[in-house]
């Protein structure tokens, strides 16, 4: 992930449209990718992840796209609903061996109108 | 599922106190993880644990900081003397490494308010 800034990316969206958040990345040498989705007062929530030997990953109503020539990772929500309203980082391994010591991208605040 | 639990859910003391944070992890995960979030500098590793064992402390912001793993389903964090700007959210965090890995999984934090 980037590095961190106070003012985050925001992206605002109607009920029912697709989203999608983007996301760079610095070091080539990582090989693990990871979405997480944060609520106000609450920890970062798993959403999905993708190793470096794919560039595509589906879950449900999610879909992770992985850039690795340009470095880039993006999460595509389907038919956003107003509890998909939230903080979404992307994070790396930032080329360790640990899938657990990950660097984080400063965040996109999605907001889902009714 | 309980997940990763984390207590107290918020904390506020005074400079200069000593603070101690807790977490339990996910029953069966060997890996366990520190990160502190702070709205100037994000999310940020502090330390973690591979089968109770410290692995990487480097981002340990100083000698004031100081976390251990008795066993397998305890963790503290320690913060003596506290400083304000220590204040921040503290997550712990736990996952399953080596062959079958599993994603990281976070609590849902302790609030620190240092005063």
């Known amino acids: 992930g980037e590095s961190v800034g106070l003012h985050l990316p925001t992206l605002s969206v109607q009920e029912g449209d697709n989203s999608i958040i983007n996301c760079a990345y610095s070091?080539?040498?990582?090989?693990?990718f990871i979405w997480y989705k944060q609520e106000s007062g609450k920890g970062p929530q798993f959403i999905i992840d993708?190793?470096?030997?794919?560039d595509k990953r589906q879950g449900q109503r999610v879909t992770v796209l992985l850039n690795k020539t340009v470095k880039h990772l993006s999460l595509q929500i389907a038919a956003t609903q107003p509890g998909d309203s939230a903080v979404y980082f992307c994070?790396?391994?930032?080329?360790?061996?640990?899938?657990?010591?990950?660097?984080f991208g400063q965040g996109t605040i999605l907001t889902v109108h009714p | 599922d309980a997940g990763v639990i984390q207590s107290p859910r918020h904390e506020v003391t005074e400079m200069g106190q000593e603070v101690t944070l807790r977490c339990k992890p996910i029953?069966?995960?060997?890996?366990l993880f520190w990160y502190r979030q702070t709205m100037m500098r994000g999310l940020e590793l502090l330390i973690y644990f591979n089968n109770n064992v410290p692995i990487d402390d480097s981002g340990m912001p100083e000698d004031r900081f100081s976390a251990k793993m008795p066993n397998a389903s305890f963790s503290t964090l320690k913060i003596q003397p506290s400083e304000p700007r220590d204040s921040a959210v503290y997550f712990c965090?736990?996952?399953?490494?080596?062959?079958?890995?599993?994603?990281?999984?976070f609590g849902n934090g302790t609030r620190l308010t240092v005063t």
């Open positions: 965090a736990s996952s399953l490494a080596g062959g079958a890995r599993s994603p990281l999984h």
């Open positions: 070091n080539s040498a990582s090989d693990y």
């Open positions: 993708i190793r470096s030997n794919m």
């Open positions: 029953s069966g995960h060997n890996s």
């Open positions: 994070a790396d391994n930032a080329g360790g061996t640990s899938y657990g010591k990950l660097t």
